[in-house]
Structure formats: structure tokens, C-alpha cells
């Protein structure tokens, strides 16, 4: 019972190829990013979905493209893949509650992450 | 842009021993996290945290907002507690999470 899954866990390939890194949550969470954390272990956001729509879009080449087809799902499609593109990416989700006499709580679970290799 | 500074960068403790992991940031936020990445490179949400005190276990957390700073407190710590401990962040309205550099834990037996 996976709460945030992604797929797949490794990928290595040659520069210059395009990638795709795909994302589920089953926690029925409104709200997906995308995160990159590179060799020193610095997380990093790039995009952000709420209910299919980006909500967050930090500079990052236009060779990433995420796409949220419900919003269970964040895929993250990466062109024309460059030696700098190595890093663990993390897929994350999280929730608002309602806030009629509840605390509004953001925690953010994060998937297992994909680790991506360009040689 | 919010920054965020965490210390110590490394520490290592015996197994039992308790410590204090700090989180410092250069602004008001309305979001604050702490998070796990165990040695495998698991991401594990610890505490959602942007005022007050929490309690969970052994760990603990306590983050004053007027002042810009959180702690967590790990007591009696455990070999399982080794990893990289995160801060993270946020002053906007779209859930933005600004990561620290984390603090490096090894607990030694």
C-alpha cells in the first residue's frame, strides 16, 4: 500500500536521449511536486501541481516538462538529457485540510526517488 | 529568497546519547518541516512544525517562529537514527518548501 510511488527507481542512459520519470500517489492528496537532489544532497524544487494545474515552476531548463494527466499522477519528462541531469529526483504530495476549526496541515510525503544517470 | 541554515553540518554520537539538531531561517514563515532521509535515500516527513511543540517518541520539536529558528531533539538516539536531517521551509501561499543543507548523523553502537 505505497503511499507515493515512482518509477522507475534507476535510469541510466546515454546524453542526449529523452526520458520520462513517472509518479502516483494513493493518498488522494491535491497538490504533487517534483524535487532534485544533486550530488551534495541539496533539495531543490522544480514544479509544483495542485489539482492539475502548476502551481510552481522554478527556473529549470525547458528541456523538463512535467505533465499531470489526473491528480493522482506527475510524470516528469526530461529532453535532450545532459551530463548535469544526474541527481536523484523525488516526487512528493501533500494535502490541505479544511480549515473550519482544524489546523491546515502541508506535510509533503515524498516517493522512494529515481536515480538518474546520464553517461 | 528565504534562507535556511542548519548545524551542525556533521555529528556523530555514541548509541543512547541524546543531541539537538538546529534550523535557522532569514524569515517569516507559515511552513516548517523536518524530514529524514535515512541511508537507503528515504524521504521521511518527522514533524510539520511552524510554531510550537511536538512530541513524537524520542524525537521532538520545537520551533520559535518570533525568533526564526526550530530545534529537533533526539534522545537516546539509536543506530536506525543515522542519515541526513532536513529543515525545510515555506512563506508562500503554494506550499514552495525551501530545503537546508541537513545535518549528517551517524550513531556509532
Known amino acids: 500500500d505505497t503511499a507515493v510511488s515512482q518509477t522507475p527507481k534507476y535510469l541510466v542512459t546515454q546524453m542526449g536521449n529523452d526520458k520520462s520519470i513517472k509518479c502516483e500517489q494513493n493518498l488522494g492528496h491535491d497538490t504533487m511536486y517534483w524535487y532534485k537532489q544533486d550530488s551534495k544532497k541539496f533539495l531543490k524544487i522544480m514544479f509544483s501541481y495542485n489539482n492539475k494545474e502548476l502551481i510552481i515552476n522554478e527556473t529549470v531548463p525547458n528541456r523538463f516538462s512535467p505533465k499531470s494527466p489526473d491528480k493522482a499522477h506527475l510524470n516528469l519528462h526530461i529532453n535532450s538529457l545532459e551530463l548535469g541531469d544526474s541527481a536523484v529526483y523525488f516526487c512528493?504530495?501533500?494535502?490541505?485540510?479544511?480549515?473550519?476549526?482544524?489546523?491546515?496541515?502541508?506535510?509533503?510525503?515524498f516517493g522512494p526517488g529515481t536515480r538518474l544517470t546520464v553517461l | 529568497g528565504i534562507q535556511v541554515e542548519q548545524s551542525p553540518p556533521d555529528l556523530i554520537l555514541q548509541e543512547g546519547a541524546n543531541s539537538t539538531l538546529r534550523c535557522n531561517f532569514s524569515?517569516?514563515?507559515?511552513?516548517l518541516q523536518w524530514f529524514h532521509q535515512n541511508p537507503w535515500g528515504q524521504l521521511i516527513n518527522l514533524f510539520y512544525?511552524?510554531?510550537g511543540t511536538k512530541q513524537n517518541g524520542r524525537l521532538s520539536a520545537t520551533t520559535v517562529a518570533t525568533e526564526r529558528y526550530s530545534l529537533l531533539y533526539i534522545s537516546s538516539s539509536q543506530t536506525t537514527d543515522s542519515g541526513v536531517y532536513f529543515c525545510a521551509v515555506g512563506n508562500t501561499g503554494f506550499q514552495k518548501l525551501v530545503f537546508g543543507t541537513g545535518t549528517r548523523l551517524l550513531v556509532s553502537p
Open positions: 512544525i511552524p510554531s
Open positions: 512528493a504530495s501533500s494535502q490541505d485540510l479544511p480549515t473550519s476549526g482544524r489546523e491546515m496541515v502541508l506535510t509533503q510525503y
Open positions: 524569515d517569516s514563515v507559515n511552513n
